[in-house]
C-alpha cells in the first residue's frame, strides 16, 4: 500500500497553488511566503485547541450525566427535564452550567394532507367576509418554501395557535403533529458566571468570537 501523501508528490523546488499549477519557489513572491507560513501555523496552533473543546464537550456530557443517573440511584432525585436540559449550580451559586439538547424537525410525505384540508378552508373562506379570512396571509407565509424548496416547520407549526373551529382545519392541525419527525438532534454546553453578589450571570465562553 503507497504511502504517498499530495505533499510529497510536489517536485522538490516548487509550490502547487490552489488550481493545482505547480511554480517554481524562486518565482514565488516573499510576501505570498510569509502568508503561507502564517497560515499554516495558525491552523496548526488550533487544531489542538479543537480537538481539546471537542474531549471537554464530550467529558462533560459524561459527567453531567453521570451525576444524573446518581442522583436518581441514590437520591431518587431528577435533574433536568424530559428532553436531557439540565442547569447545575456550584455550591455558593457562583457558578451555573447548562446541557440544552435541540431537536432539528422536519415534515414527512404526509405534509401534504394537512396542506391540502387548508387550501380546502382557504377556498372556501373567501367565497364570503368571514373572520378566519385575516389567517390566510399568515398561511401562504406559513407554507412558504426556501431556497432548497424546504418548508420551515416552526412557521407551519404556528398555524397551531390560532383560534380556527373548522372541523377541517382541526383534522389539518392534527395531521400536522403527524407529520413531523426528529431529523437530527444537537447538544450544547453553556458555562455561566455570577457577577459578584448579584443574581446576574454572564456567560463563560468558548466560542472564538466571544472571548
Not at 459524561?62 to 436518581?72: F, N, T
Not at 384540508?117 to 367565497?127: F, P
Request: hydrophobic residues 40%; aromatic residues 8%; charged residues 30%.
Amino acid at each position: 500500500m503507497s504511502t504517498n501523501t499530495a505533499e510529497n508528490t510536489i517536485p522538490a523546488g516548487y509550490w502547487k497553488d490552489a488550481r493545482g499549477i505547480l511554480t517554481p519557489e524562486s518565482l514565488i513572491k516573499p510576501v505570498d511566503k510569509e502568508r503561507d507560513a502564517l497560515v499554516k501555523a495558525i491552523v496548526e496552533c488550533a487544531k489542538p485547541l479543537q480537538q481539546a473543546l471537542r474531549d471537554f464537550k464530550q467529558d462533560t456530557f459524561a459527567d453531567i450525566q453521570a451525576l444524573a443517573d446518581l442522583s436518581v440511584e441514590q437520591y431518587g432525585a431528577t435533574i433536568g427535564s424530559k428532553k436531557g436540559n439540565v442547569t447545575l449550580y456550584n455550591y455558593d451559586g457562583q457558578f451555573k452550567i447548562q446541557r440544552a439538547m435541540q431537536d432539528r424537525i422536519a415534515f414527512d410525505e404526509r405534509i401534504q394532507a394537512p396542506k391540502e384540508l387548508i387550501d380546502a378552508c382557504v377556498a372556501d373562506w373567501t367565497q364570503g367576509a368571514r373572520p378566519e379570512l385575516l389567517a390566510i396571509i399568515i398561511i401562504d407565509r406559513a407554507f412558504s418554501t426556501d431556497k432548497e424548496g424546504d418548508i420551515n416547520p416552526g412557521r407551519v407549526l404556528q398555524l397551531r395557535r390560532h383560534d380556527i373551529t373548522d372541523p377541517r382545519w382541526l383534522r389539518a392541525m392534527d395531521a400536522l403533529a403527524e407529520a413531523v419527525q426528529v431529523v437530527s438532534s444537537k447538544s450544547y454546553i453553556r458555562l455561566y458566571e455570577r457577577i459578584d453578589d448579584t443574581d446576574q450571570y454572564v456567560p463563560i465562553s468558548l466560542d472564538i468570537a466571544g472571548v
